[in-house]
């Protein structure tokens, strides 16, 4: 069964870095979107992407945050400059007309 | 605006009595689609039913059951006969077209803890 792939599952970066997270949606889903939760809290919107450009962002996603689908297969989330409270577990999702389907999350520490 | 309450932070049982786990949720949509999901401590979301806004059936798959009520905005998840297994935190969440680039909105979560 096809699924959403994230990669790393964990990543650590010392705080002022710039981070990539990387996604593989299901091959022929047409929306992406980026998801975090912080440790113990809930799962909270960030961005939603489809043909190219960002279709619905929240208030946490401000000017340190940027999505790219670089080429026919990867969704990126990138973090600028890292702080500290970015330090959480992003999900990565993409849907069909239907149905969303999650990725296993990578957990980024900021040290 | 979209909102689901998850009034349940901390539950624990022992092994083999039924727990209920509550979701009352907000929208001005008429359609909209509901969801539970299971995330055990490894972190992952795991999806255990999706319900739309105009089958108010309850389902029962195994051991667990969804009583989904509109004229309470509530869409409440039992276990029954729990095991230590079934030690989670479990979200509600509430999408208005999960398939069209609209977001999901989650619940803060209950912790679910089964003791043997």
């Known amino acids: 069964e096809p699924e959403v792939t994230q990669t790393p599952s964990h990543q650590v970066t010392q705080m002022g870095q710039e981070v990539i997270l990387r996604c593989v949606p299901i091959?022929?889903?047409?929306?992406f979107y980026w998801y975090r939760q912080i440790l113990g809290q809930k799962v909270e919107f960030l961005v939603s992407f489809y043909n190219n450009e960002i279709s619905e962002k929240s208030e946490i996603f401000d000017d340190q945050f940027s999505v790219e689908r670089p080429d026919g297969s990867n969704f990126t989330l990138k973090i600028r400059s890292t702080k500290l409270e970015d330090s959480a577990m992003y999900f990565c999702a993409s849907s069909d007309e239907r149905e969303q389907y999650f990725g296993p999350g990578t957990r980024l520490t900021v040290t | 605006a979209q909102k689901v309450t998850q009034a349940q932070t901390e539950i624990s049982v022992v092994e083999k009595e039924d727990v209920t786990l509550d979701c009352v949720y907000e929208t001005r949509d008429t359609t909209y689609y509901l969801f539970w999901y299971k995330q055990p401590p490894s972190g992952e979301l795991v999806f255990l039913i999706r319900r739309n806004s105009f089958d108010e059936q309850n389902e029962i798959s195994g051991r667990y059951s969804w009583n989904f009520q509109k004229s309470t905005s509530s869409f409440n998840f039992t276990i029954t006969a729990s095991q230590v297994v079934d030690s989670a935190v479990y979200f509600c969440a509430l999408s208005e077209a999960p398939g069209t680039g609209n977001q999901f909105y989650f619940g803060t979560g209950t912790s679910l803890t089964v003791i043997p």
């Open positions: 091959s022929n889903h047409l929306y």
